[in-house]
């Protein structure tokens, strides 16, 4: 069965808001000069907005740029930033640091606090009224290449592939999705994008990526602790001086609070859990008062691109461009992503619309580069870039070299610091760590991770080919059990790998893909980058109500 092909000027394949800005963009340059213009936005999720998954902390610059009538729209925007507190904890003890002395990019005033899930939702409202078509459920799961080498496209997965690779009762073939141009906006660490880095040699010259793997959880709190508006970050325990990491409680509204825990992917002890990390860090005394008597409604985990300007690849290729987290725009400092994305997004829509008005298609859209680096988002990220390099002297030296540069240099060292090494490169062998002992969950603030990916609401199809392929099938077994106590599953905050032993004690490794999340830590983390994260049928995955 031979599949069916679509035509479009532009396919955007991501719905979240780098994506979704760039639909929206090229429909209004369309509309200002009378133009058609047929752009597609594919979505692997089962609706926009159901694996979108941030704290989320919404700076509106972008927004405004793109829709300054947003308020009248009916943005949902509901809680405007009112007081802000940033701690410093030690096992039993917290240390409110001053506002006065914390950087200017770590300040929230005039932000609002959102679920970024529904002002995705939102967002794709405004793209279909503008006339973009949106295909939820259809995972974009191979690119397409021109007789000279150029994406002219992509193509959604086949459906009704059994866990053999045969075809069921229910296969249907997937759709090539062909463009003048194609947007990889999958967010961070997509693997389409990560495909086309290698295919054109993306990454040559920019320092390796690092990343952080997000954990979130969405709790309803007793009214009288809730502070809607508030916005809390901290630093320190329960992480020890060599790790990066840090947490947030956002208090939105409905008695609702966000509460999420970052890891750095950096980190070098295998026996370091980061579920086990968030669960240990609930209990602390200065957060668990919050959230005791409350009631958990969701939770979820994804990675974020950490590296900034010296780790972004090139964005452009030829027939298109790597937008948003894709390549990695995220303002670390800030703790923020979601404006860079949309502005990059804006620009990628304005540099591909003047190419097609000029009767292009499929060639490397070069203005692009030179548009990025004019932007606010290039300066933002040139202020930020040396942040989190420094961290790597440890939490300590990292936060205080991190005042120095970013209040008395205002980000404009006249030095670039770098990353010494990819995350995958950084695990010491289990021999030479600390076993870490994390305790048992007590169900009022910490809980098991089973129960968490149950209010993940993720579903997978079981009869179909494992999306969490392996290079090599011994590596698990020969190389990550015995140097790193299978690190796996640790790192992993699904409960998708175990070992398992059959009944004379052989070790194999175990692949719950049900379980899976997205996150992408695995096909991070993984020490020898043997686990190779690849999209599934459209429409699963998880289904995040809220976040």
């Known amino acids: 069965m031979q599949r069916e092909s679509m035509e479009y000027d532009v396919v955007i394949v991501g719905g979240g808001p780098a994506g979704l800005a760039a639909s929206i963009r090229l429909k209004q340059l369309a509309r200002d000069q009378d133009r058609e213009l047929d752009v597609c936005l594919l979505e692997k999720g089962s609706e926009v907005g159901a694996h979108i998954l941030s704290g989320a902390v919404l700076e509106l610059r972008a927004l405004d740029e793109l829709i300054p009538d947003w308020s009248d729209k009916g943005a949902p925007l509901h809680s405007p930033v009112t007081e802000e507190e940033f701690l410093f904890l030690k096992e039993n ?15 929230n005033s005039g932000n609002y606090i959102v679920s970024l899930g529904n002002v995705c939702r939102w967002l794709a409202e405004q793209a279909e009224e503008a006339g973009v078509e949106i295909y939820p459920g259809f995972a974009a799961a191979e690119v397409l290449y021109d007789d000279n080498g150029a994406v002219k496209g992509v193509a959604t997965g086949d459906k009704g592939i059994d866990r053999e690779g045969g075809k069921t009762d229910l296969y249907e073939p997937g759709i090539e999705l062909h463009a003048k141009y194609t947007f990889l906006c999958e967010g961070c660490r997509g693997h389409l994008g990560r495909k086309l880095m290698e295919r054109f040699a993306l990454r040559d010259g920019a320092q390796p990526q690092t990343y952080g793997v ?34 947030f409680l956002y208090h939105i509204e409905d008695n609702q609070v966000a509460v999420g825990f970052v890891v750095g992917l950096d980190y070098t002890n295998p026996w370091l859990d980061p579920f086990q990390e968030f669960q240990r860090f609930k209990t602390h005394p200065a957060i668990r008062p919050c959230l005791e008597g409350g009631k958990r409604l969701a939770y979820g985990a994804r990675t974020l691109n950490e590296g900034g300007l010296q780790s972004l690849p090139t964005m452009t290729f030829p027939g298109g461009l790597l937008v948003g987290c894709e390549a990695g725009t995220l303002n670390m400092p800030k703790i923020k992503g979601t404006h860079t994305a949309m502005k990059s997004g804006m620009i990628a829509a304005e540099t591909a619309f003047e190419a097609i008005q000029a009767e292009r298609g499929r060639d490397e859209l070069t203005a692009f580069t030179e548009a990025f680096r004019q932007s606010w988002v290039h300066d933002e990220l040139k202020r930020a870039r040396n942040v989190r390099p420094s961290f790597k002297w440890g939490l300590l030296a990292g936060t205080l070299y991190t005042g120095i540069d970013q209040v008395l240099f205002r980000g404009r060292a006249p030095w670039t610091l770098k990353h010494p090494h990819a995350d995958h490169d950084t695990l010491k062998p289990a021999s030479q760590s600390e076993k870490i002992d994390y305790p048992k969950p007590d169900g009022k603030v910490s809980f098991d991770r089973l129960s968490c990916v149950f209010l993940s609401n993720t579903v997978h199809e079981e009869n179909q080919p494992v999306h969490l392929t392996l290079k ?5 077994i020969e190389v990550n059990l015995p140097e790193y106590e299978a690190p796996e599953q640790r790192y992993c905050p699904a409960g998708v790998y175990e070992i398992e ?26 020490p020898k980058q043997n686990i190779v994260w690849v999209a599934p049928q459209g429409g699963e995955g998880p289904n995040y109500p809220n976040m």
């Open 501 to 526: 032993r059959d009944d004379r004690g052989n070790p194999r490794l175990r692949i719950n893909a049900a379980n899976c999340v997205h996150c992408k830590t695995c096909d991070i983390k993984d």
């Open 472 to 476: 090599d099938d011994a590596i698990p």
């Open 214 to 247: 997000g954990l979130k959880e969405l709790w309803r709190i007793d009214p009288e602790r809730h502070r809607r508006g508030l916005v809390v970050h901290t630093a320190g325990w329960p992480l020890k001086n060599d790790t990066y990491g840090g947490s």
């Open 93 to 107: 003890k917290s240390f409110k640091i001053p506002n006065a002395f914390l950087p200017p990019p770590m300040h």
